[in-house]
């Protein structure tokens, strides 16, 4: 598996500390987030999904913890939107550049709007995806905040 992709090298080119984590990643799963924490060897809540919705009609890029459900009422209040709704996975991978499974916050093909949920700031680092399916990529959510000049708000609820 290629460690290099457009997300290392967006985090790299923007100077940011990271470290790269490959595992066996299984289309099959029920959840991604869930099988690269339990692949990992990490918690649940560190380890964040990268969804595309669409607020008011225009993407935007939501970070929320693998282990809950983002509340769409939640993401369009964050993003000053009247309503939220997710992205068809077409319209996702188009709009990202990645697959679905494999969708990075980082290296997009255009910058978006993006929040991220509040619970990011209780770790010290959080995975996120690292452009292919089977990569995560850790980091202060501090530095994924920032690059990403996300908001943040609490858009997810624990299941």
Same mark, same amino acid.
């Given at each position: 598996?290629?460690?290099?992709? @457009? ?38 809540? @560190? ?63 255009? @910058? ?48």
């Amino acid at each position: 598996m290629a460690q290099e992709t @457009r997300a290392t090298r967006a985090l790299r080119g923007a100077g940011v500390a990271f470290t790269v984590h490959a595992y066996a990643y299984d289309p099959a799963a029920d959840s991604i987030g869930l099988a690269a924490a339990a692949a990992l060897g990490v918690e649940p809540g @560190r380890v964040f999904k990268t969804l595309m919705v669409l607020a008011d009609g225009k993407p935007a890029c939501v970070l929320a913890p693998s282990d809950g459900e983002v509340a769409l009422k939640r993401v369009a209040a964050a993003l000053g939107a009247k309503s939220a709704a997710m992205m068809p996975p077409a319209e996702a991978e188009r709009i990202s550049g990645y697959k679905i499974g494999g969708i990075s916050p980082f290296g997009q093909t255009r @910058r978006l709007p993006a929040v991220i949920d509040a619970s990011a700031a209780g770790w010290d680092a959080i995975f996120l995806n690292g452009g292919q399916r089977g990569l995560q990529v850790r980091l202060a959510p501090a530095a994924a905040q920032a690059l990403l000049a996300a908001r943040t708000a609490p858009v997810s609820t624990r299941a």
